[in-house]
């Protein structure tokens, strides 16, 4: 999910003690990843694959 401040806090926080895997990203990385992927739409749906879509080719991920 991208880093909304206390909200995205809050969210990975009660996720996590559920046991789901969390992963907060900047959400420059996640504009810029959607810049090589040359994507201008801008919708909570379009958001949501290109952040599944970067974590799931990050090599970066936490386990």
Do not use: H, W
Not at 39 to 50: E, F, G, P, S, W
């Amino acid at each position: 999910m991208e880093a909304t401040r206390v909200y995205s806090l809050q969210l990975a926080i009660a996720l996590y003690e559920k046991g789901i895997k969390v992963s907060v990203v900047n959400p420059l990385q996640i504009k810029r990843f959607a810049q090589t992927k040359l994507k201008r739409t801008k919708t909570d749906k379009v958001d949501a694959a290109l952040i599944a879509s970067s974590s799931s080719s990050s090599s970066s991920a936490c386990p």
